[in-house]
């Protein structure tokens, strides 16, 4: 692998899965399951770089020189998940359909009082804490909610200077007209914005958005086009309702639908502030879509290394 500024050049022969999972993806906490350890730490690095080379017959992927992701001295930094059913954690659990838990989480960071998926009042925070509690079907289109991709990243973005906050925000089945500017589920993502930045008194930044989406669009040419407006409508809102400066970081798990997977690549290669993390079509699934509890976690994993990677040095907390 060779680094050069924003461009990333993969050559995944050079360089055994073993050594990428030893090179760059050092886990910072302990999890709870030891096996969950494991499997993140053997997944999660080797995917990023796999997502990274997918672009070309092993000559690397030259992307538009990527924006570091700024952490602010606020308080508070809110992540949120948008998306389809997989940024909502649909149906991870340990085994769908005949084991509906999930496994147990250490605290990485904060959520609304009535939850990742918020059920009610958004008037607090308390310990972060994924929940298989059911949901509006009108409002969130999933049946059965899981470990959510925020718990992965959270994990990997402890230590970081501040508190985070995490809030899903996306609806199952819908196509990204149902998700872009003038929808509910866009209203919801500024709205838990707007909460948070009440909760914070202030203090308080969007530094980054998970987009785990593409499931409903197969054969939609107009796809990369609708994404690129999405993103500049919700970088553009997002940081007039928090307040803040500094332009609003994108990571995408990619679809595991061909074409849209492709879409979104040339998305993250024209946009500077859009990344690929991960690739959902290589994590293990519950039912042949939604991914696993483990799935999600190291989709979640992959997704946080990546903010870190983009974060200025100097801003680390050693």
């Known amino acids: 692998m060779k680094r050069d500024g924003a461009i990333i050049t993969c050559r995944p022969h050079l360089l055994s899965a073993i050594e990428f999972a030893e090179g760059f993806c050092p886990q910072r906490k302990k999890l709870d399951e030891a096996q969950t350890v494991n499997f993140v730490r053997a997944t999660c690095p080797a995917l990023l770089c796999l ?79 994924d929940s298989t509690a059911p949901v509006d079907m009108g409002a969130w289109n999933i049946d059965m909610p899981g470990v959510t991709p925020l718990f992965g990243a959270l994990l990997e973005l402890q230590g970081l200077p501040g508190a ?18 003038g929808t509910a589920p866009y209203a919801r993502l500024i709205s838990q914005v707007a909460a948070g930045r009440a909760l914070s008194g202030g203090h308080y930044s969007v530094p980054a958005i998970i987009w785990m989406q593409g499931e409903s669009d197969p054969g939609n040419p107009n796809y990369a086009a609708q994404l690129r407006q999405l993103f500049a409508d919700l970088d553009r ?3 007039a309702t928090a307040g803040q400066a500094q332009t609003v970081q994108f990571f995408i798990c990619l679809t595991a639908v061909p074409d849209i ?12 502030n859009v990344h690929i993390a991960c690739d959902a079509s290589t994590l293990p699934k519950s039912d042949g ?7 999600s976690l190291a989709a979640g994993c992959a997704l946080g290394a990546h903010m870190r990677s983009v974060i200025p040095a100097n801003e680390w907390n050693p």
């Open 237 to 239: 809102d997002v940081r």
């Open 289 to 295: 879509t939604h991914l696993t509890a483990r799935g």
């Open 261 to 272: 997977a492709l879409a979104q690549r040339q998305v993250a290669a024209t946009m500077p």
């Open 164 to 181: 985070r906050i995490g809030s899903a925000a996306g609806r199952g089945g819908t196509t990204i007209a149902g998700l872009s500017k």
């Open 51 to 129: 997502v990274l080379c997918c672009c070309g017959g092993g000559g690397g992927c030259a992307l538009a020189p990527q924006q570091r992701m700024a952490v602010e001295t606020s308080d508070f930094q809110h992540i949120l998940s948008y998306g389809q059913s997989l940024s909502l954690g649909e149906r991870a659990v340990n085994r769908w359909p005949t084991d509906l838990t999930i496994p147990r989480e250490q605290v990485a960071g904060l959520m609304f009082v009535s939850g990742v998926i918020p059920r009610g009042a958004m008037n607090a925070l308390i310990p972060f804490a």
